[in-house]
């Protein structure tokens, strides 16, 4: 059981390593990203879409400025700049279950100019990982 699945997540974007995030993500979570139309459903996508967030977003100065809990959910809200110097601000919304793993992680991502950046970077890391 993950007594602190935000302090888990925390340690994965500070230092991100497959095994950190496959131990925090439960076989049922649901991805939602702003990019694309449908929840992407199961733990080997939302893994996917993660780790390439990472690559993305979590270089460049990127850090969480807030954050917000309630029993088993949390809002982080991040900023940082990617490719070109836009800045990006954006919040994970992230539940868990009683285990501690997580099972929805919702993004969702600010001004548009920077959501518009942050879609062709993310489908080219997507890509590469088929």
Known sequence: MIRDPIAAWHGY???PRAALLDALI??????????????QVGR???IKYLTAAAEVLGK??????????????????FVCRIDGGIDVNGVDIIA??????????????RPVKAL??????MGAVLARSC
């Open 96 to 109: 868990w279950n009683d285990a501690g793993l997580i099972v929805d992680f919702k993004v969702m991502i």
């Open 116 to 121: 518009n950046a942050v879609i062709p970077l």
């Open 44 to 46: 080997a996508l939302t």
């Open 13 to 15: 974007m500070a230092a």
């Open 60 to 77: 460049d100065g990127f850090r969480y400025v807030g954050e917000w809990r309630a029993d088993r959910s949390a809002v982080l809200e």
């Open 26 to 39: 439960a076989d049922e979570c649901v991805f939602r990203s702003p990019a694309v139309h449908t929840p």
